[in-house]
C-alpha cells in the first residue's frame, strides 16, 4: 500500500470540511486567501533574502549579524505565519489535489529543506557567531547557509507558482 492510499481518507476528510468547502466555494474567498499567500511569501522570502545576502557578504555588511537577525525575524516569522495559514487554507480545499501535484511536493520537500538547513545555522554555525558578527568576510558555513537558504527559497518560489499551473 503506497503513502497516498494510506493518507487518503484524512485528506477527503480534510476537503470535506466547512473550512474547506467555503474556501473552494466562495467567489471571493479564494482569490482573497491565495492574494494574502502571495504577499505573505513576498515577505517571508524578502526578509530571509536580506539575512542570507549578508551571510554571503553582498549586502548590509557593516552591520553585525545579530542585529540585522534581532531587527529582521519579527517580521520573518509574522509572514512565516501568515503564509503557514494562508496555505494551509488553499491546500484543504483540494487535499486530493494538491496531495498528488508534483510542483506541490517539490515546494513541500524544499520546505523541507529550508527548515533542516535553518536548524543546521542555529543550532552549529550561529554557535560561533561571535567570532564573525561584524566581520565583512563570514566564514564559510554562514556563507553556504546563506547560498543554499537563498536558493531553496528561489525554489519555493518557482514551484509555488508552478502549483497554480497544474
Request: proline content about 5%.
Amino acid at each position: 500500500m503506497d503513502v497516498y492510499t494510506r493518507i487518503e481518507p484524512f485528506l477527503l476528510w480534510l476537503e470535506e470540511t466547512r473550512i474547506a468547502a467555503a474556501v473552494r466555494e466562495s467567489p471571493l474567498l479564494f482569490p482573497w486567501v491565495e492574494s494574502l499567500h502571495v504577499l505573505a511569501i513576498a515577505l517571508l522570502v524578502g526578509t530571509i533574502a536580506v539575512v542570507d545576502l549578508r551571510l554571503l557578504g553582498v549586502a548590509s555588511r557593516e552591520r553585525p549579524v545579530t542585529r540585522l537577525l534581532a531587527e529582521i525575524l519579527p517580521f520573518t516569522w509574522v509572514a512565516f505565519i501568515g503564509a503557514a495559514i494562508t496555505g494551509a487554507l488553499m491546500f484543504v480545499s483540494q487535499a486530493l489535489h494538491y496531495a498528488t501535484n508534483v510542483p506541490f511536493l517539490w515546494k513541500s520537500a524544499l520546505l523541507g529543506l529550508a527548515l533542516i538547513n535553518l536548524l543546521v545555522f542555529h543550532r552549529v554555525t550561529a554557535r560561533t557567531i561571535e567570532r564573525w558578527d561584524t566581520g565583512p568576510a563570514l566564514p564559510v558555513a554562514a556563507r553556504l547557509a546563506g547560498g543554499a537558504s537563498l536558493a531553496i527559497w528561489i525554489g519555493v518560489v518557482a514551484f509555488g507558482r508552478w502549483i497554480g499551473f497544474t
